[in-house]
Structures are given as C-alpha cells and as structure tokens.
T-cell receptor, first 108, second 121 residues
Framework: GQSLEQPSEVTAVEGAIVQINCTYQTSGFYGLSWYQQHDGGAPTFLSY????GLEETGRFSSFLSRSDSYGYLLLQELQMKDSASYFC?????????FGAGTTVTVRA | DAGVIQSPRHEVTEMGQEVTLRCKPI?????LFWYRQTMMRGLELLIY????????DSGMPEDRFSAKMPNASFSTLKIQPSEPRDSAVYFC???????????????????FGAGTRLSVL
C-alpha cells in the first residue's frame, strides 16, 4: 500500500517562500506529483518528478530524493491567489495515491 | 478542448434513491478515473478504466456502487441505493496512459473535472 505525510496547514505572507514537505512509503514508485486545489475547485496538475533533483516551473519548484522517499514543493513570491490546498501524490504505474493535502493560507 | 465535463454539478437526494453521475473525458485520452473526496478520507480512487475497460475497481466501496464506460467519450458512476455516508464530492479525471508503454514514461497528468457535490439526506 501507500502512505504519504505532509503538513496539514501553512500560513505565510505575500512575497514569502513556502516549502511543503512530503514523505512517502510505497510498494511501487514511478514518481511524485503535486496538485493544487482551490476551495470548491478541482485538483490541477502542478509538477512531477520521476528522478532525483529539482524541477522548476515559474514560481513553483518541486524536488525529489528517491533514496530518502522525500520530496517538497517550493512556492516562491507568494501571491494571494496561491491560497489553496496542495497535494503530493505517489505515482505507481497508472495510479496516483494522494496525500491528505496541505492548506496554504497567504496573508497580506 | 473543454476539459473533463461532469454532470450534474450538485445533486441532493434522499437516502435510498438512485444517483447517477456522468463524465465526459478529454478527447483522445484513453484513461478515466473516478475519485471521491471527503474531509475524513481525502481523495480516494474508486475505479480506473483504460480503453473503456475497468482495470482497477478495488476502491469501489461496496456493491451499491457501479461504474460503466460504454464508449471513449462517456462514463457513469451509479450509487443504488444511496446512503448519507455517500455524501462527498465525486471527481472524474482523464489522462493518456499506455498499459504497454515504457514503465514510468511520461508524467501521466490527470485532468480533473469540476466535480459533482453529492448530498444524501
């Protein structure tokens, strides 16, 4: 089976940097995905790491260490619109197993 | 493309009634997923179809739940009879995935519909 751990809540001010950590245990691992979900909305894809290292997409970056079963999502230059829930998800072939999500609140 | 389309957006029904949720995946995608999201259990995979064939239904909670995909552009999730504990947001997602492709190849991005918020009274 799969288990993922990520913090439940993070609060930061506009312009700050937030790092959301994700540790996982899994019986099979292809990669680690990150999804964003605004309140009342649908999850949307942010990033995917199959190999160790950092992937950068604009203000967001994602990191993976397969040997440590650990990854993180880095949100830079926080904006109010970044207030949302962020989910890490372990990919095992076709299947995504989602963490419980981290609610990020951005304050002015 | 309009993205994944789900209907209805909201459904309120009484315990014991039959509920049917509908999903139109993105054209060209061959994989379709039904998820359920609740505060207590988070986002759970219910069933996965590849090329219209159910591949993994291990997440379907019980016999009251059934899902069909009669063609590449339509899927339904049915609950009969519905119970209050079925109240949740149900998401449909689609992606392109090859069962015979290079293991781990591609990002396997899943595109989610807007969801159906189901309330069973």
């Amino acid at each position: 089976g799969q288990s993922l751990e990520q913090p439940s809540e993070v609060t930061a001010v506009e312009g700050a940097i937030v790092q959301i950590n994700c540790t996982y245990q899994t019986s099979g691992f292809y990669g680690l995905s990150w999804y964003q979900q605004h309140d009342g909305g649908a999850p949307t894809f942010l990033s995917y790491n199959a190999l160790d290292g950092l992937e950068e997409t604009g203000r967001f970056s994602s990191f993976l260490s397969r040997s440590d079963s650990y990854g993180y999502l880095l949100l830079q230059e926080l904006q109010m619109k970044d207030s949302a829930s962020y989910f890490c998800a372990v990919r095992n072939d076709y299947k995504l197993s989602f963490g419980a999500g981290t609610t990020v609140t951005v304050r002015a | 493309d309009a993205g994944v389309i789900q209907s209805p957006r909201h459904e309120v029904t009484e315990m014991g009634q039959e509920v049917t949720l509908r999903c139109k995946p993105i054209s060209g995608h061959n994989s379709l997923f039904w998820y359920r999201q609740t505060m207590m259990r988070g986002l759970e995979l219910l069933i996965y179809f590849n090329n219209n064939v159910p591949i993994d239904d291990s997440g379907m909670p019980e016999d009251r739940f059934s899902a069909k995909m009669p063609n590449a552009s339509f899927s339904t999730l049915k609950i009969q009879p519905s119970e209050p504990r079925d109240s949740a947001v149900y998401f449909c997602a689609s992606s392109f995935h090859s069962l015979t492709g290079l293991a781990g190849s591609g990002k396997n991005i899943q595109y989610f519909g807007a969801g159906t918020r189901l309330s069973v009274l």
